[in-house]
């Protein structure tokens, strides 16, 4: 088990580069438009009402500028790009529905008693964002895979039946946050590229993810562990 790093706002920068590594065990991928649930860690036995419980969100696209979600328990909706998607849960979990692109970052979690100490601490989770797109055109279909992370070795690779895509003929993109794969439409592996999966890892998180539809032009699709 890798060690913890605790969050403070001021040293937000200096963690991110410090503890991405350390942060592994608190790290979750979710495909863009699902939902998904993080963890508070911990809970305290006095805090099963979430009353004491504050969410702090920290975007990958403004990493230096907090955003506070639920604070003592209730909703934050000044927040009018997430708020409407979120939901406290039991053991102040928080519900991310409909997940967006510009939802990956950071989230941390702190629980605070009736005279605002905090209780335990806290608790980081880092949400990376998987976005799966086809583009059928005239003689080819381009498969992309691309992640929103605020970590920086989160690696991508398609594959099909298990293995890394690298047949005759089929062209692979790595690109700064995802990867590409192009085929022609006279390819043998055509009629099965919605049975290709994008791998996406952390270190020893790993996840899968694949197509789940034959329709033309660009789709995304649900995601398999």
């Known amino acids: 088990m890798m060690s913890l790093c605790v969050f403070r706002p001021v040293l937000?920068?200096?963690?991110?580069?410090?503890?991405?590594?350390?942060?592994?065990?608190?790290?979750?991928?979710?495909?863009?438009g699902?939902?998904?649930?993080?963890?508070c860690g911990d809970v305290r036995e006095r805090q099963r009402e979430c009353t004491g419980t504050t969410w702090t969100f920290y975007s990958v696209d403004k990493p230096g500028e907090s955003k506070s979600l639920i604070t003592l328990g209730v909703l934050n909706s000044s927040v009018p790009e997430i708020s409407k998607r979120l939901r406290l849960k039991e053991n102040c979990g928080l519900e991310i529905q409909n997940v967006h692109p510009q939802d990956a970052g950071l989230f941390y979690c702190q629980q605070y008693n009736q005279s605002g100490r905090l209780l335990s601490p806290d608790a980081p989770v880092y949400l990376s964002v998987v976005s799966l797109t086809k583009r059928t055109e005239e003689k080819n279909v381009e498969l992309n895979c691309s992640v929103s992370?605020?970590?920086?070795?989160?690696?991508?690779?398609?594959?099909?039946?298990?293995?890394?895509?690298?047949n005759s003929g089929i062209t692979t993109n790595?690109?700064?946050?995802?990867?590409?794969?192009t085929l022609p439409k006279s390819h043998f592996l055509y009629k099965k590229v919605d049975l290709?999966?994008?791998e996406v890892t952390d270190g020893e998180n790993k996840k899968k993810f694949s197509f789940r539809s034959n329709k033309p032009g660009e789709t995304r699709r649900r995601s398999q562990i």
């Open 12 to 32: 937000l920068t200096l963690t991110l580069l410090l503890c991405s590594e350390s942060a592994a065990d608190q790290h979750q991928f979710v495909e863009e």
């Open 34 to 39: 699902q939902s998904v649930t993080l963890s």
């Open 149 to 166: 992370s605020s970590l920086h070795d989160v690696k991508t690779k398609w594959l099909f039946k298990g293995k890394e895509v690298n």
């Open 174 to 181: 790595n690109l700064q946050h995802g990867v590409t794969v």
């Open 196 to 198: 290709f999966k994008c």
